[in-house]
């Protein structure tokens, strides 16, 4: 251990004899200099003890429609209790929760309003369909413990997504691929603006969209980049939802979907530009570097002067302003799902390399909570560069 290691580690020792004895807290909490301090922390734990209920608040917020209800104008109580069909004191409960929140907020008059989370959430429909499936993810989410062990039980999240646990996905169903389809695509409008906002496409003369789903993301790029060429890649019964899209869009003409499974088929070639959007989460290291192996492969095999470039838009570790949400959310949703797991931006240059990326660069979005952004291109043509 090196001399840093050492003296880090006493004062880890240190550290953690103080805020194990009782009268240091004692003390903190009677110096006027530490009692703002000590009083943050112990909002912080309670927060945390809390959190299931504050998750619950909020469900119950969106199954009763709260949010779009007060999206035209407030209501006085009884009018939500009137909609609602509860009775006076339970609306009287949950608002009262709700407005803590901030997910409603008081208004003259006694009537009850959007607050500033709550707006949120009626100004983008997505958030609410998220709320709803976490309901899944809850009962999962009910003995922690068993779901850390090796022979944890089967659970609602591997159901709700059947492609992180099947030996063949290709062979899944419309039925089976519709829910989790659908859900995706109201969440991926937001992730397709912050990266459209991000990155300039019209830079590029083909983009494929390796587990494109039902077609948001391209909608969003063709939008961005009119003249650009694009190919959606997907499970069979997945790209038939998106051949659909794409024609009801009325961008059939140059935006195409395939079926088939990037772990045994070949991927479509021709693009240079290749993109990753929130998919390699779903996976272990070495299935992300066989993916990534694919996209250097259909690039290689490319007629594009410049060589190509993949692109991976999807939440990542030690973003700034992320807190805990990648290390606590991603890291038991993906638990409860069954496969995959969070990474940092330098975790994903380590399989960029591996898989023969090198020159890769970390591109700041708007929003890092919803997603980071990492390009690379090829190792030949980071040599030639």
Not at 194 to 200: G, S
Request: aromatic share 8%.
């Amino acid at each position: 251990m090196t001399m840093f290691g050492r003296l880090r580690e006493r004062f880890d020792r240190w550290r953690d004899r103080l805020l194990l004895s009782p009268a240091f807290h004692d003390r903190v909490f009677r110096t006027p200099g530490l009692r703002g301090v000590a009083r943050r922390e112990t909002r912080a734990l309670f927060d945390i003890c809390a959190g299931f209920v504050y998750t619950q608040v909020l469900l119950a917020c969106v199954r009763l429609e709260l949010f779009a209800m007060l999206r035209e104008a407030p209501l006085s109580v009884a009018d939500i209790a009137d909609r609602t069909g509860l009775p006076l004191p339970s609306v009287d409960r949950l608002i009262a929760a709700a407005v803590s929140l901030r997910l409603l907020s008081r208004r003259s008059g006694g009537r009850i309003g959007l607050g500033t989370l709550g707006a949120a959430i009626a100004k983008d429909p997505s958030i609410g369909a998220m709320v709803e499936h976490h309901a899944t993810l809850y009962v999962d989410l009910y003995d922690p413990v068993a779901l850390l062990r090796p022979d944890k039980p089967a659970t609602g999240m591997a159901a709700y997504w059947p492609y992180a646990n099947t030996e063949r996905p290709a062979s899944l169903s419309d039925h089976d691929v519709a829910s989790y389809t659908a859900l995706m695509a109201t969440s991926q409008r937001m992730i397709a603006a912050e990266v459209v906002a991000a990155y300039d496409f019209t830079r590029h003369t083909r983009l494929l969209d390796i587990g494109g789903g039902d077609g948001t993301f391209l909608s969003t790029v063709a939008t961005a980049a009119p003249v650009l060429q694009m190919t959606l890649f997907d499970l069979p019964a997945v790209a038939v939802i998106a051949s659909r899209r794409l024609r009801d869009e009325g961008i059939a003409d140059r935006a195409t979907a395939v079926g088939g499974d990037f772990y045994r088929d070949a991927l479509p070639t021709g693009a240079d530009v290749v993109t990753l959007v929130r998919v390699l989460f779903d996976h272990d290291d070495a299935s992300v570097v066989a993916i990534l192996r694919a996209a250097r492969a259909a690039l290689a095999h490319g007629d594009t002067p410049s060589g190509g470039m993949v692109l991976i838009a999807e939440p990542m570790t030690g973003a700034a302003g992320t807190g805990p949400v990648m290390d606590a959310y991603f890291s038991f949703y993906l638990l409860a799902m069954g496969k995959g797991r969070s990474r940092s931006a330098h975790e994903f240059i380590g399989l960029l390399k591996q898989a023969g990326f090198g020159s890769a660069r970390l591109i700041a979005p708007r929003n890092p909570l919803l997603v980071s952004i990492l390009t690379a291109v090829p190792t030949e043509l980071t040599e030639k560069l």
